[in-house]
């Protein structure tokens, strides 16, 4: 980004704008330079420049100026004319055919009409290379790709061929035998072949009959020489390849030979997985089958046995726990198979660090999104991206966008700053190697930083840099109590140029690259990773899908500039907390063996900032150590929307590939007639592979690059290789008309274009962030985030399985990431709220799992998952039901089952203790404590009976409607005092359904007990069973009673709860058993004073 000097660049290219800020006149006048050309007199856009390094001209007749789309569309859909001459367009080499063209005489391009004539334009490198060029304006082979050599030269006609075509040096040249490589016959050719015709003319050559068949290159027994003497070459080869530190004889030229395999840790895998131990997953498995055979025994006692006095009470709790129970399989099921992993980083830095050499490790693109500043504090998304500068990773490897969706100049000065800090926290973190390296929790640790430091210099150096980042959190303070008061006339930049971010609604593109540009290096003079900050364009009228937009925002423009082939997003307020996690990540995509089905590496979410206690399950353990353990073992976690690394082609809406199945061994002994080895086969076979074959043909032509719907268009003969080209119009519809980006999709290892200049990369970068870009394409739908919930990460990575792949839980001993959680009240229920609003939308929708995806990649547990996770709002209507019969029992003096017999006993209690059975396994296996257990349980009723019932309303007003909520930005935790958020008390009509299951459960305890009492000890029998069911209800909604109750001065809540039942039980008791009272009745007798 030499060119551009680090200024912001802002534009619209619906508009053919492109301004760049903060420049000097001699700056914009070399950036309008760098941009002139010829424009297109229809659409605007520059005209590109073709392949042979001319501009494309349409008409030969009068020349006037159109782009090639236009062009391209002229003759599809338009006149066929062009606009200023009215002669019809001829057909220009590489443009398909349309109607009137066989009627042209003077030349017939059909069999170049894809230009796939040769070896070099069938690669896809070269077609990448080929676009560039032409959209970029740079001459032919010089985009820079690296494209790779894919033809070889023609064999020498005079040389016999001896094993397809290699010669055997212990065998002179007289001795060869000749050997056509089978695909070198009459078979029908597409594309010609850098092969000797078969039909060649050799002269005879004669055989001893004395000598073996196999010198002349026949039989087996020279092959198996062969194979035996490379495999002594390979094993003494392998001597020299040892763990790091050996040395072996050999030269350091002989390490370098083609030839040696990657043993030890070079050939090794780079992770495993750990199965659960037997001892405690077959009894798991045993009691879950246990409970279905318990719960069928239940239900079938509940269901002959009604209560015909409560007959309303009885069928309510009947339909409510079959819809528990069935809750259950869908969530139970799923962990059948639960199962840990393990990466060995070793490995992956002997395989792609080679000393001396430049690492291979696959470039990553890191994504951190914001919206609010005011709710996102400036200083926490600094945080976070200092974390991700400060990686253990290549430098030249990472690139970090922040995608700022309210385009405020807070956040875009908070970065310049960083940027700034950045050049000396770096250094100071990776010289130290110090965890973690993000400087607010650095310095927060409550540890002894001189410990296991011997480093003298680095007590100095800490003091320095602590005090460095006082200065800069002063700074970033300032600014924030800046923008408390925005100016009348809107902010300006330091250059007086408005802020073109003014108005949030209706404001350009802007792009900014803050480090990653030449003469930016650290105090050290070390190079950086790049920093770039990007707003996309917003205009009134458009739709821009919140967050699921600003994703693929980044993903298109990252692919313009930096086109990594893996991603990592993370939200604004999850920092780094590992530094190798990316490496932990590459553990998996870069496997050579595993690697290319994975579209995905999910972290667990861990938190800071939450009190001892977590009142709330705010850590969600349960889900993030059990649930997501036992997915992993079927076909992957879901993505839950951050600290995930994503293979770049799976988030372009490709099929996984398909690992070809080797062909069956066939008999070609025996003539055609032999039934007993081909005949049977072949006829069971035929049925079945009629009924797949339509299936197999898509999926293997859909792999990797050229995933699109209609492969039948693709050209004859390699419809399943990579290198077919599909022509340019069904690229343009799925991924927009951009060709640079279009040409990004090809490369699967990633690559950017080294001699495009940085201004017309940031043109184009700014044309593929416009609010229009996306119209009529696949973005959104079957590229990218997918929109249509605010839940965008559930349906991004159901799409996902549903093309095949899989995806991978990691746990390293150290947290990958971590994050703050809402601690009030309030603001999680509101997060749960939303969680559960996006969950009612997928259901709703088309893509709802229940009937989506099926003859797919999809696994049948994976979907029970995803099921799961989309029906669970609907659990909050039996759960309100449910928790409401304790107290309409207690009011009543009804109850939901009749008089218990010795057989319900033993059945009620086999389902308790199958329930709490299960339930400490998991526990044990899933390395979760009790007090997160009951955590989980205490908010699965609270949420359940507040969030999940106002998301279930307002999902049906959304879809059935149109009533739309608006999505609200969760508050992070700032640094006003610990826990200082949690006691806070903000009124919400969430509050108002648990708050009322509170309420009346207490009364009917109240009512129930004076009841009792009342009536005699005969009615306390019934009673202990509506009462544990009614104290049920209140002990799970107990967090909730704190926290509506807020912080009491010293006196614990539990306390006051306590004594206003005690303090009601006891009046009731005083009101009935009066000492003043005799036991027999009140006796009268005449008090003998006359009255009268």
């Not at 065998?171 to 070198?184: C, G, Y």
């Not at 809107?490 to 690259?513: A, E, F, K, L, Y």
């Not at 971590?818 to 009240?825: D, E, F, T, W």
């Not at 005690?1062 to 005449?1086: D, H, M, Q, T």
Request: net charge neutral.
């Amino acid at each position: 980004m030499e060119n551009t000097k680090g200024r912001l660049v802002a534009g619209s290219h619906n508009r053919n704008e492109f301004v760049l800020i903060n420049a000097d006149e001699i700056g914009r006048v070399t950036s309008v330079k760098e941009l002139s050309g010829q424009i297109c007199q229809i659409c605007g856009d520059e005209i590109e420049v073709t392949v042979d390094g001319e501009p494309f001209v349409a008409c030969n007749e009068c020349a006037f100026p159109i782009c090639r789309p236009c062009y391209e569309y002229e003759r599809r859909d338009g006149n066929q004319a062009c606009p200023q001459c009215k002669t019809r367009y001829k057909r220009i080499k590489g443009s398909p055919r349309v109607e009137g063209d066989d009627e042209e005489e003077e030349f017939d391009d059909l069999d170049n009409e894809f230009d796939m004539g040769s070896n070099e334009h069938r690669d896809p490198q070269h077609i990448t290379e080929a676009m560039l060029a032409s959209r970029l304006g740079l001459p032919p082979n010089a985009s820079g790709v690296g494209a790779l050599e894919m033809g070889s030269p023609p064999l020498n006609p005079e040389i016999p061929l001896l094993t397809y075509g290699h010669e055997d040096v212990g065998i002179s040249s007289d001795k060869h035998a000749l050997i056509i490589p089978p695909f070198v016959g009459r078979g029908k050719r597409v594309h010609p072949m850098p092969f000797t015709d078969s039909s060649m003319s050799l002269p005879p050559r004669p055989m001893d009959p004395k000598k073996d068949l196999a010198v002349y290159g026949y039989g087996t027994v020279a092959w198996k020489d062969r194979m035996d003497d490379w495999k002594r070459k390979q094993n003494d080869k392998l001597q020299v390849v040892r763990h790091e530190g050996d040395s072996g004889n050999k030269s350091g030229d002989d390490l370098d030979d083609p030839d040696l395999p990657k043993m030890d840790e070079g050939r090794q895998p780079l992770s495993r997985k750990l199965p659960i131990s037997s001892s405690k997953i077959n009894p798991y498995r045993m009691i879950i089958l246990l409970r279905l055979v318990v719960l069928g025994l239940f239900f079938h006692y509940r269901i002959l046995h009604p209560v015909n006095d409560a007959y309303g009470l009885w069928l309510t709790s009947i339909i409510c726990e079959i819809w528990f129970a069935v809750s259950w399989i869908f969530d139970q099921f799923p962990k059948w198979f639960p199962i840990e992993r393990e990466t060995y980083l070793d490995r992956l830095s002997s395989r792609y660090e080679k000393e001396g050499k430049p690492s291979e490790l696959a470039a990553i693109d890191v994504f951190v999104s914001t919206v609010d500043p005011a709710k996102e504090p400036p200083l926490i998304t600094a945080n976070t991206v200092l974390s991700i500068l400060a990686v253990d990773y290549p430098v030249d490897k990472v690139a970090c966008y922040v995608s700022d969706d309210g385009a405020a100049m807070l956040t875009f000065e908070a970065l310049s700053e960083t940027s700034e800090f950045a050049r000396k926290w770096v250094p100071f973190c990776k010289k130290f190697n110090i965890e973690p390296r993000a400087p607010e929790w650095y310095f927060a640790q409550k540890v002894d930083y001189l410990k296991d430091k011997v480093h003298p210099t680095f007590v100095r150096e800490r003091r320095a840099i602590k005090r460095e980042y006082e200065e800069f959190k002063v700074r970033i303070n300032g600014l924030v109590g800046m923008a408390q008061k925005v100016p009348e006339e809107g902010w300006t930049m330091q250059d007086g140029t408005p802020w073109p971010g003014n108005n949030v609604r209706d404001h350009p593109g802007m792009i900014q690259v803050f480090l990653g540009h030449d003469g930016v290096h650290d105090v050290e003079g070390n190079e950086l990773p790049h920093l770039i900050y990007v707003s996309r364009e917003k205009r009134p009228g458009f739709e821009h899908h919140k967050k699921a937009g600003a994703m693929n925002a980044l993903v298109r423009v990252s692919a313009v500039i930096s086109n990594a082939p893996y991603l990592l997003n993370v939200d604004c307020d999850h920092y780094i907390n590992n530094s190798k996690a990316l490496r932990e990540a590459m553990c998996f995509m870069m496997d050579p063996t595993s690697g290319k089905k994975i579209c995905y590496v999910q972290f667990p979410q861990r938190f800071d900032g939450i009190d001892r206690h977590d009142r709330y399950s705010n850590r969600n353990v349960v889900f993030f150590d059990i649930n997501m353990k036992g997915l992993d073992g079927i076909q992957g976690p879901i993505y839950v929307g951050t600290g995930c690394v994503f293979r770049r082609q799976a988030l372009y809406g490709y099929d996984a590939p398909v690992k070809k199945k080797p062909p069956g061994k066939t008999c070609n002994c025996l003539p055609k007639w032999c039934c007993f080895c081909c005949g049977s086969r072949k006829k069971n076979r035929k049925g079945k592979s009629k009924d797949n074959n339509k299936k197999t043909t898509t999926r293997e032509a859909s792999t990797q690059i050229h995933a699109l719907e209609n492969i039948e268009e693709g050209i004859e003969g390699i419809d399943n290789e990579k290198s077919s080209l599909m022509p340019q119009i069904k690229f343009e519809k799925k991924f927009g008309q951009s060709p640079v980006f279009v040409a990004s999709t090809f490369l699967e290892d990633g690559g950017v274009p080294t001699g495009a200049t940085s201004a017309s990369l940031l043109k184009e970068a700014i044309h593929v962030i416009s609010c229009g870009y996306e119209d009529k394409t696949e973005w959104g739908k079957e590229v990218g985030w997918i929109y249509g919930s605010v839940t965008e990460d559930i349906l991004t990575g159901f799409k996902m399985h549903c093309h095949g792949w899989r995806s991978v839980y990691c746990i390293p001993k150290r947290p990958a990431f971590k994050g703050s959680a809402p601690i009030n009240l309030s603001d999680r229920l509101h997060q749960v709220l939303r969680w559960a609003l996006g969950s009612v939308e997928i259901l709703l929708s088309r893509h709802c799992p229940i009937w989506y995806g099926y003859g797919c990649g999809l696994k049948p547990l994976e979907r029970f998952s995803y099921i799961n996770s989309v029906v669970y709002p609907l659990t909050s209507i039996p759960l309100i039901a449910y928790c409401t019969l304790p107290a309409v029992c207690l009011l009543t003096g009804k109850f939901i089952v009749p008089e218990i017999s010795n057989y319900a006993s033993i059945v009620f209690m086999a389902l308790f203790i199958s329930i709490a059975a299960t339930s400490i396994i998991e526990m044990q296996w899933g390395g979760v404590s009790i007090d997160d257990w009951w955590r989980n349980e205490q908010f699965w009723v609270i949420g359940g009976a507040s969030s999940h019932l106002f998301a279930l309303f307002q999902g049906l007003l959304k879809v059935l409607a149109g009533v739309s909520t608006n999505f609200t930005v969760t508050t992070k935790a700032g640094d006003d005092g610990e826990f200082s958020e949690l006691y806070i008390f903000k009124w919400t009509a969430l509050l108002i359904p648990p708050m009322t299951l509170l309420i009346i459960n207490i009364i009917g305890v109240i009512v129930g007990v004076s009841d009792a009492i009342n009536n005699g000890y005969e009615t306390w029998g019934p009673l202990f069973g509506k009462l544990f069911f009614a104290l049920w209800v209140i002990v799970h909604l107990y967090p909730f009673l704190k926290g509506i109750m807020g912080k009491q001065a010293g006196v614990p809540t539990i306390i006051v709860v306590w004594s206003i039942l005690l303090a009601s039980i006891f009046s009731l008791l005083w009101v009935r058993i009066n000492p003043f009272l005799s036991k027999g009745g009140i006796v009268l007798e005449v008090c003998g004073l006359d009255c009268n």
